[in-house]
């Protein structure tokens, strides 16, 4: 049987130079929230669910522009981005 992990991209940076990217564990993580792991999915990856709410987001206002979507959009850019750099940190220097 075919898993979604046979399709998934191969982390160049992890490939090259052994060392884990800011955006490493994504995909699987990815994966997991549609098999329902969310607890899995959070530790392989913790602003999977901070992204999935700001693309959904940013769906939406593709089609029906809200008024304020900017106030919307750029704090949750700026959360993402907070929690990404931070687990890369832990991720780089705690493990």
């Known amino acids: 049987m075919v898993s979604p992990e046979d399709y998934m991209l191969p982390c ?7 060392v884990d990217c800011m955006g490493c564990g994504l995909q699987r993580s ?11 999915a959070f530790h392989m990856y913790p602003a999977i669910f901070t992204l999935l709410l700001l693309f959904v987001f940013i769906g939406f ?6 008024k304020f979507a900017s ?12 929690i990404i750099v931070g687990n890369f940190i832990l991720k780089t220097f705690i493990n």
């Open 12 to 18: 160049l940076n992890k490939k090259l130079f052994g």
């Open 30 to 40: 990815f994966a997991l929230v549609f098999q329902g792991e969310f607890t899995a």
């Open 61 to 66: 206002n593709y089609f029906k522009n809200f």
């Open 71 to 82: 106030k919307i959009i750029i704090p949750l850019a700026i959360i993402n981005v907070l």
